[in-house]
């Protein structure tokens, strides 16, 4: 049988991201409040968030998506050794270069930060009328607030990025988004209801 904290041990012994203990906390209440069932999730990295959100509800089906071989191999021992291969499929692809088919409850963007915007754009239709597009780590350890005092150039561009994926969830006017501070900062979008099929 799978571990939890032996997952948590390898991201931390690889530098692996994985969701914080808060923040997936959210995520677990969030699909339990909403009787979530059905989840496309952009970034597997190792599995630990798909297995999370598998073990909310034995109904529950997850699609996730990595493009990091390393990591997708990971993933499939650990989605194995918890004998979820029937509830989570994993794919290896670029979650921009493939077309995902049907639609979700919950879209979770958990991928290349840089990327955000795209992912957003490009998997919108397939949710569901009443279901919602879940980012994470829009906080990136508090630098969001304080770009200017970042020396990387590359990770002040990322934490620019990031920023400007905020200002596009603020400015959208087909879905509504609520920000949270919960893990590394959380923000729930869902279709207007004006924009929603009758």
């Known amino acids: 049988m799978g571990s939890l904290e032996k997952i948590e041990e390898y991201a931390r012994q690889n530098k692996v991201p994985i969701m914080q203990k808060d923040g997936i906390k959210f995520l677990e209440n969030y699909i339990k409040q909403n009787n979530v069932k059905n989840i496309l999730e952009i970034g597997s990295a190792i599995g630990y968030s798909a297995i999370k959100m598998a073990l909310v509800d034995d109904k529950i089906k997850v699609t996730t ?3 990091d071989e ?9 989605i194995d ?31 290349a930060k840089a ?24 906080n990136f350890h508090g ?12 990770l002040k561009a ?32 869902k279709k207007n209801i004006k924009n929603r099929k009758i």
């Open 65 to 67: 998506i990595e493009r």
């Open 70 to 78: 390393n990591r997708y191999n990971e993933a499939v021992k650990n």
């Open 81 to 111: 050794d918890f004998n979820l291969n029937d509830r989570i499929s994993i794919i290896l692809a670029d979650a921009l270069d493939i077309t995902v088919a049907g639609r979700y409850d919950l879209i979770f963007i958990d991928a």
């Open 115 to 138: 990327q955000s915007i795209k992912f957003f754009e490009k998997y919108k239709s397939n949710l569901t009328d009443d279901g919602a597009i879940i980012t994470d780590n829009l």
């Open 143 to 154: 630098l969001t607030e304080n770009v200017d005092t970042i020396k990387s150039k590359n």
């Open 158 to 189: 990322l934490v620019r990025k990031i920023n400007n994926y905020k200002d596009f969830l603020k400015e959208n006017e087909e879905f509504t988004s609520l920000f949270y501070n919960n893990g590394d900062g959380i923000s729930v979008s």
